[in-house]
């Protein structure tokens, strides 16, 4: 294996992603990018009649200054795969976040057996979030996320994989366990019925507690934000269990727009809410943050492709990732496949660390340039604790 597990930027590549989205915009280019007519009007704020007090009232609190990477971490890096190490993340708040999230899971929302209570531990949520969300005000905070994180995992495991998942009658669970993110509203004589059915099974019972905790800190824009996040990502599973259903190996392009919604995203794009401000809708919405957020997920999901690859060769029944479906869709050999994925991997990554550096050129509002900041902080946790995650993961035999 090579020393290090990160490789440098490629030839051409924007000055150190103008200092990860925060550094002068004459890093970027030699002139910001212009504004569009959208963004422009956003930077103006609103006008009118009683409106003054719609003005942001300053700037947002400065995030907490980055701590320099301390020794190597536990486990390897995938060889040549592009990324950032991280320091190790707080031990206290590790501590604290995985003493909480366990009570919570055990206590209040019944999420797993106690059978399970060994992967729940080798999970490392409380390290995982820690090391995403380093600007995190509180612990408090960090468990909006935490809560989320187990949820999802909770569905993914219960209604699509390892215990007792199956693609038959997929759509039917996700969109009843749905409602706990996204409330019914229906007749008086009806709604006693849906609420008892929020409590019938684990990953109802951690959506509508995990929402719940959610939304004493979020606004109602970042609440809605994470609702059509999470539809999404059950559409992605939907398409994946259609394929599954069928037999069916998708071409590649097709595997990536799958992964484009069954991926990360819900996690990173509510940094703000974990972090403690808010990016106001209007400026989440442009189509240039859009884009970063997209290829923050899909670059973090081939992690996770990657990182799980022999894992899931492991488990019972064939297992979709990315060099599976080169492997099978392009001819080549399992190590060739493998190698193109992080080569993907690396073409995303540089494309998402050059779509960031330019909006934070053209777009140099506070909220904005935290933002940012705070994605590609989840981006480098994520990696951290895939590559650290040694009781769930090891590296294929390939170099």
Same mark, same amino acid.
């Given at each position: 294996?090579?020393?290090?597990?990160?490789?440098?930027?490629?030839?051409?590549?924007?000055?150190?992603?103008?200092?990860?989205?925060?550094?002068?915009?004459?890093?970027?280019?030699? +002139?910001?990018?212009?504004?569009?007519?959208?963004? %422009?009007?956003?930077?103006?704020? &609103?006008? $009118? *009649? !009683?409106?003054?007090? #719609?003005?942001?009232?300053?700037?947002?609190?400065?995030?907490?200054?980055?701590?320099?990477?301390?020794?190597?971490?536990?486990?390897?890096?995938?060889?040549?795969?592009?990324?950032?190490?991280?320091?190790?993340?707080?031990?206290?708040?590790?501590?604290?976040?995985?003493?909480?999230?366990?009570?919570?899971?055990?206590?209040?929302?019944?999420?797993?057996?106690?059978?399970?209570?060994?992967?729940?531990?080798?999970?490392?949520?409380?390290?995982?979030?820690?090391?995403?969300?380093?600007?995190?005000?509180?612990?408090?905070?960090?468990?909006?996320?935490?809560?989320?994180?187990?949820? +999802?995992?909770?569905?993914?495991?219960?209604?699509? %994989?390892?215990?007792?998942?199956? &693609?038959? $009658? *997929? !759509?039917?669970?996700? #969109?009843?366990?749905?409602?706990?993110?996204?409330?019914?509203?229906?007749?008086?004589?009806?709604?006693?019925?849906?609420?008892?059915?929020?409590?019938?099974?684990?990953?109802?019972?951690?959506?509508?507690?995990?929402?719940?905790?959610?939304?004493?800190?979020?606004?109602?824009?970042?609440?809605?934000?994470?609702?059509?996040?999470?539809?999404?990502?059950?559409?992605?599973?939907?398409?994946?269990?259609?394929?599954?259903?069928?037999?069916?190996?998708?071409?590649?392009?097709?595997?990536?727009?799958?992964?484009?919604?069954?991926?990360?995203?819900?996690?990173?794009?509510?940094?703000?809410?974990?972090?403690?401000?808010?990016?106001?809708?209007?400026?989440?919405?442009?189509?240039?943050?859009?884009?970063?957020?997209?290829?923050?997920?899909?670059?973090?999901?081939?992690?996770?492709?990657?990182?799980?690859?022999?894992?899931?060769?492991?488990?019972?029944?064939?297992?979709?990732?990315?060099?599976?479906?080169?492997?099978?869709?392009?001819?080549?050999?399992?190590?060739?496949?493998?190698?193109?994925?992080?080569?993907?991997?690396?073409?995303?990554?540089?494309?998402?660390?050059?779509?960031?550096?330019?909006?934070?050129?053209?777009?140099?509002?506070?909220?904005?340039?935290?933002?940012?900041?705070?994605?590609?902080?989840?981006?480098?946790?994520?990696?951290?604790?895939?590559?650290?995650?040694?009781?769930?993961?090891?590296?294929?035999?390939?170099?």
């Amino acid at each position: 294996m090579p020393e290090s597990g990160f490789s440098p930027p490629r030839p051409g590549s924007l000055s150190d992603a103008a200092a990860r989205f925060g550094g002068r915009p004459e890093a970027v280019n030699s +002139e910001a990018p212009p504004v569009s007519p959208a963004l %422009e009007r956003i930077l103006r704020g &609103p006008s $009118g *009649l !009683g409106t003054a007090g #719609l003005r942001p009232a300053g700037p947002p609190p400065a995030p907490a200054p980055r701590a320099e990477p301390g020794p190597p971490a536990v486990g390897d890096a995938v060889p040549g795969l592009y990324h950032h190490p991280v320091p190790e993340p707080d031990p206290v708040r590790v501590a604290e976040v995985s003493r909480r999230i366990k009570a919570w899971a055990v206590d209040e929302v019944r999420a797993f057996p106690p059978e399970w209570e060994d992967q729940f531990d080798g999970f490392s949520v409380g390290r995982y979030m820690v090391a995403c969300h380093p600007d995190a005000p509180s612990v408090d905070h960090l468990m909006i996320a935490t809560r989320l994180m187990v949820a +999802e995992n909770a569905v993914d495991d219960c209604y699509c %994989e390892d215990h007792g998942g199956s &693609p038959v $009658g *997929l !759509g039917s669970r996700l #969109l009843l366990a749905h409602t706990a993110l996204d409330p019914l509203y229906t007749t008086a004589e009806y709604e006693p019925a849906w609420r008892e059915s929020l409590g019938s099974d684990a990953p109802r019972r951690a959506y509508r507690s995990a929402m719940d905790y959610f939304l004493r800190e979020a606004s109602a824009s970042q609440a809605d934000r994470y609702r059509h996040d999470m539809s999404r990502l059950h559409l992605g599973y939907l398409a994946e269990a259609a394929w599954a259903q069928e037999g069916h190996t998708p071409e590649v392009w097709e595997y990536l727009a799958m992964r484009q919604f069954n991926n990360f995203r819900p996690c990173p794009t509510i940094t703000d809410t974990v972090g403690g401000y808010e990016l106001p809708a209007d400026l989440h919405a442009q189509s240039a943050m859009q884009r970063v957020i997209a290829l923050a997920g899909n670059a973090t999901t081939l992690v996770n492709d990657l990182y799980s690859y022999t894992k899931e060769l492991k488990s019972p029944g064939k297992h979709l990732n990315l060099p599976v479906v080169i492997e099978e869709r392009e001819g080549v050999s399992d190590r060739e496949a493998y190698l193109k994925t992080v080569e993907v991997h690396n073409d995303l990554m540089h494309d998402f660390e050059a779509a960031a550096a330019e909006l934070a050129a053209a777009c140099p509002v506070p909220h904005v340039q935290r933002f940012l900041r705070g994605v590609a902080a989840w981006v480098d946790g994520n990696h951290y604790w895939h590559q650290t995650n040694t009781y769930r993961y090891s590296l294929p035999d390939f170099w």
